[in-house]
């Protein structure tokens, strides 16, 4: 309360003090902006140190002043909303506000300096409101009451403007509004341009209330599509306007509505048109990551933009774009890509719609727009709200004898009371010619007091309607997989029903295209990567899991320490789980962390049940060797050694093209060839007895005998291989203890003698947590990859013959090995009598 | 009218029929009319192969379960009534039917539907669906698209979710509360009567809400 007082008043004062003076230096002289030179040069006696040039910044200065003042009431308001009231609706409380700043304004100007033009309106502050309303469309939702959306939104709003237009008219014709100089085809002008209820404003409302999800999508969804529609419309009649009514014939009028089809369709297939440029366009942004989030943006701007060069429906085809490519851009993009266009879209909306509410509001303070004709305006609302309901009841009535679902009769009260105009009316009011329409600014103001009078008091009365009729609300659903398996199956049964009965149904459809889309779209518009993993079922799999993995850890920190919480084991071995499949490859430090710290803590109890759950990929060797009781320096040892450290010192801050500075894909790929070639190596060379592949360990032994500070050639004892030897030898019994002890003490040196020449750096920190491009190792390592999957295929046949397994199958999943089958055949072959 | 008339008394028990299942003689009709063209050879009863026949039916990932649906244990033809019955699982819920507190459970009650869903999992029909069960409806379901592991994490997942009692399967008893909540696709199979064509509408998604009161 107080802070938002305080606001209010500092935003005042700010005003007062700060904009009027630089507003009324708006009007002054135009060519100071275009030479701003002009005036310093005039009067330079010396050299200036500083200069106030306030023309040459005032447009854009004055633009952002008013974006913060914009934010700054949305701020207030909101915190407003918070503590004292929260009776009145956002967009409601944001126009009041905007009354009071227009207030202060003229109070100081003495004239209106701002208001929201038309232009303004269309071109900066409308499209990104649509593009948001449609790229976070439930496509699922609104496609399977496209029918209803369609009718309501075509249909309804030539009702409503037609009604309207010709109830005034009659209203005219009978004198009630005095004298006005108003023809039939202007009102009809105005009854579409007041017609069409607005998707900003019903979002603002709506968002709120919580209505069921069907009655939202069918307001929501018809004021996007109605927009588009009262646009068209009202292009139309304008062209009318401007015909003359004698000139008017039945070609015309065939004209007119030909028109309106071929606008209307026309816009519709831009969008998707250029939707399915988006779409293309992201399948191969690969590696330029941090940009391809403006693709949709700069896409979805130029669909509005060119639709309006070809005077097709801007809002239609700027909603049909967001609608049609987020899914195909959602799977093309990368994950922090999709984030990013998220937050920056919402951004982007909020603001402008608090922009439009804010500024409706200013522009109400002006002298000069107000013509007052009681009859006229009053009419006006009560038409509007009277053929809203009608309109809803008749369509509502209509539609219900062919849906399956009938729109109940308190989802049809919501409905029609829901009809709140807004900005987009203004803007189309505003738009209209005075030379035409002479009675544009009673035009003007009839269409802010239904503006007005829609958006704060059926704002205001909307959520307690919804609650007295007790409308249904939205069930607040937690995402639970057999939920959607459940859906998933029903939609097969229901399909293979109808197939059954023998009848072409909505699930028949629905298959069909799906079918369709899978095959060709999808196969178009994705990437062959995306489309793999995109299943359904398998993203809600992935996205809880995701969910649960945040949770576990914050709950661990929650509790004092990273120490994850373990209360029970199921949890844990759940969470290895899950974490085994889906992260591995994408986390390996987690996973190196996790499995070391569990070496530390507990070397028992979830050992054998985790060793035969953690499938595919992972760099948790240890998941072998906790059997062995090794006694807590070891462990602290292998901390030391394993964890990743910071690498703050090798590493640029700030980098323009990579938001993770420390996550690097080659360097997962680096560390897991690194560990899985030394393992390799030990494992032949400790447990077999067959020295290593020449090429590598000529290059090791030679530095192995100059480095290692006690000289051990035989200890290739990295530390991953030593485990491994570990877990080998406790698992076969081919090597004694007394062994496995003494390779690990080789091995146990801080220093890492594998790595130790590469080393460039004089830190104790291993090798591998060094970054990639910059050290020697990794291209060498990277150039030796292809031998790699090839020897460890050549160890594939021992898996039938030990138990420790694991190790391999990890390198199985990662590398390609397919490729290499019928090379570590005959590998097999040849490397036979060494095994044996 | 007099060949819908015709049509009915051919079918024996018809009275009864459309006592127990709520279709309409319409209905009835059309259904009968199905049933003829699925039985080419004219046995009066239908095997597994006729309904393998229907082609889309052959690429529905779990076809089969829905063919075995209509078949009783034990049993290899199922005959128009018990088709009729099976079919009537897809009827709306009746709102406005009134509650006679003796008279049986209708077919196309909200938990008979629920229980046709789960005997499509449930497979050897002990009453429980076990996580082998559920692997198999995924991997017919996912197909390729999914590894065997990530199907595995999905079933135990699934189970997780669902199972109340810890006994890593599904009870219908669990199915029912898991599917209970909210918006939960269900069976609608509506048909207008009236209508020389019989129009039957699958519809699902959208209307849930209306079978929360029925719980």
């Known amino acids: ?836 | 009218m007099g060949s819908t008339n015709s049509t009915l008394l051919k079918i024996p028990n018809v009275e009864v029929l459309m006592q127990e299942t709520g279709f309409s003689p319409a209905h009835i009709i059309r259904l009968h009319d199905r049933f003829k063209a699925l039985d080419k050879e004219g046995r009066g009863h239908l095997c597994p192969h006729d309904f393998g026949a229907i082609k889309e039916l052959a690429m529905n990932p779990i076809g089969d379960r829905i063919i075995g649906a209509f078949f009783s244990p034990g049993k290899e033809t199922v005959d128009f009534h018990t088709f009729v019955k099976i079919l009537a699982h897809f009827r709306p819920v009746d709102k406005d039917r009134p509650k006679e507190p003796n008279s049986p459970e209708p077919i196309n009650s909200r938990s008979n539907k629920l229980k046709f869903a789960f005997q499509l999992y449930d497979q050897d029909k002990d009453g429980k669906i076990s996580r082998d069960e559920l692997l198999q409806v995924l991997r017919a379901m996912l197909g390729m698209q999914v590894t065997d592991e990530q199907l595995e994490s999905i079933a135990d997942r699934t189970i997780q979710e669902a199972d109340l009692d810890r006994d890593d399967t599904i009870s219908f008893e669990e199915f029912r509360k898991a599917c209970k909540h909210k918006r939960f696709t269900m069976f609608r199979f509506c048909i207008r009567p009236g209508e020389r064509k019989l129009m039957l509408t699958l519809c699902h998604w959208s209307s849930e809400l209306q079978d929360q009161h029925e719980l």
């Open chain 1, 1 to 836: 309360m107080a802070s938002s007082v305080y606001l209010c008043l500092l935003r005042a004062v700010f005003l007062v003090c700060f904009v009027n003076p630089l507003i009324q230096g708006l009007s002054e002289d135009e060519s100071v902006f275009q030479n701003p030179h002009h005036q310093q040069e005039e009067n330079l006696t010396g050299l200036p140190i500083v200069t106030f040039k306030w023309h040459h910044v005032e447009t854009p200065y004055l633009v952002i002043i008013w974006v913060f003042v914009a934010g700054l009431a949305k701020l207030s308001v909101v915190e407003l909303n918070h503590h004292v009231i929260s009776v009145v609706p956002e967009s409601g409380l944001l126009i009041i506000l905007g009354f009071i700043l227009g207030g202060i304004v003229w109070g100081a100007d003495r004239a209106q300096t701002f208001k929201l033009l038309p232009p303004t309106f269309f071109y900066y502050l409308l499209p990104q409101i649509i593009l948001d309303a449609s790229y976070f469309m439930p496509n699922k939702l609104f496609f399977s009451n496209l029918g209803a959306i369609l009718i309501y939104a075509i249909f309804g709003t030539c009702w409503n403007a037609a009604t309207v237009g010709l109830s005034l008219w009659g209203c005219y014709e009978a004198g009630v509004m005095g004298n006005l100089d108003i023809g039939l085809l202007q009102f009809l002008l105005f009854g579409s341009l007041i017609a069409a209820v607005d998707p900003v404003a019903v979002i603002a409302v709506f968002e709120e209330v919580h209505v069921n999800e069907v009655l939202f999508i069918l307001v929501f969804g018809e004021s996007l599509l109605n927009d588009g529609v009262t646009v068209v419309l009202y292009n139309v009649f304008d062209a009318f306007v401007a015909l003359g009514g004698p000139r008017i014939d039945a070609a015309e009028i065939f004209k007119g509505i030909f028109s309106f089809v071929v606008v209307a369709f026309g816009g519709s297939f831009l969008g998707i048109g250029f939707a399915i440029l988006l779409s293309l366009l992201t399948r191969c942004t690969k590696h330029i990551q941090i940009i391809e989030a403006g693709f949709v943006f700069v896409v979805g701007y130029l669909a509005y933009l060119t639709a309006e060069m070809l005077s097709l429906s801007a809002i239609l085809s700027i909603t049909f774009c967001g609608i049609c490519c987020q899914k195909y851009v959602n799977a093309n993009m990368d994950e922090k890509s999709v984030t990013t266009v998220r937050h920056a879209m919402k951004l982007l909306a909020n603001g402008s719609e608090t922009m439009i509410f804010l500024f409706l509001g200013v522009t109400a303070i002006d002298t000069e727009i107000w013509v007052w004709n009681t009859g006229f305006i009053l009419l006006t609302l009560l038409f509007v709200f009277i053929y809203r309901i009608i309109g809803t009841f008749l369509f509502t009535w209509m539609l219900n004898k062919f849906r399956l679902v009938p729109i109940e009769v308190i989802d049809q009260v919501v409905m029609s009371y829901g009809g709140l105009r807004g900005a987009v009316a203004y803007g189309l009011a505003a738009l209209l010619d005075e030379d035409k329409i002479p009675e544009k600014n009673l035009m003007i103001s009839t269409t802010l007091i239904v503006v007005y009078f829609t958006v704060i008091l059926q704002g205001i009365t909307m959520k307690p309607l919804v609650q007295w009729l007790k409308v249904k609300r939205a069930a607040h659903s937690d995402l639970k997989l057999i939920e959607k398996l459940n859906n998933r199956a029903f939609d097969h049964i229901l399909a293979a029903v109808e197939d059954i009965c023998g009848r072409i149904g909505d699930n028949w459809w629905t298959r069909g295209w799906n079918r369709f889309e899978e095959n060709y779209i999808s196969w178009l518009l994705m990437k062959p990567k995306a489309r793999k993993n995109r299943d359904y079922l398998f993203s809600i799999f992935h996205k809880l899991n995701l969910e649960d993995a945040i949770n576990y850890v914050s709950e661990g920190e929650r509790q004092g320490s990273l120490a994850f919480s373990r209360s029970d084991e199921a949890a844990n071995v759940d969470f290895k789980k899950q974490f085994g499949s889906e992260f591995a490859d994408v986390m390996p430090n987690i996973m190196v962390d996790m499995s070391n710290y569990e070496l530390g803590i507990e070397h028992f109890s979830v050992t054998s049940i985790v060793k035969d759950t953690i499938p595919s990929v992972s760099l948790d060797i240890h998941g072998q060797d906790r059997k062995n009781a090794m006694d807590d320096i070891n462990a602290h040892h292998l901390l030391q050694q394993h964890l990743y450290r910071s690498r703050k010192h090798h590493r640029h801050k700030y980098s323009r093209s990579h938001f993770s500075i420390n996550q690097n894909e080659d360097e997962v790929q680096e560390i897991f060839q690194r560990t899985m070639r030394s393992r390799l190596e030990s494992f032949k060379s400790t447990k077999m007895g067959v020295n290593p592949a020449k090429k590598i360990t000529k290059h090791h032994k030679k530095e192995l005998t100059h480095k290692m500070p006690n000289g051990h050639p035989d200890g290739t004892g990295h530390l991953y291989g030593d485990e491994v030897d570990i877990a080998v030898g406790s698992e076969t019994g081919a090597i004694n203890s007394t062994f496995m002890r003494d390779t690990y003490t080789v091995g146990a040196g801080i220093e890492n003698p594998v790595f130790l020449p590469d080393m460039d750096s004089p830190t104790h920190s291993p090798p591998w947590l060094m970054e990639t491009e910059a050290v020697a190792p990794s291209q060498r390592a990277q150039r030796r990859l292809p031998w790699t999957p090839n020897r460890l295929r050549r160890l594939a046949p021992m898996r039938i013959s030990t138990c420790s397994t694991d190790s391999f199958l990890m390198a199985d999943v990662s590398l390609t090995l397919e490729e290499h089958e019928e090379h570590s055949q005959t590998d097999h072959v040849e490397m036979r009598p060494v095994f044996d």
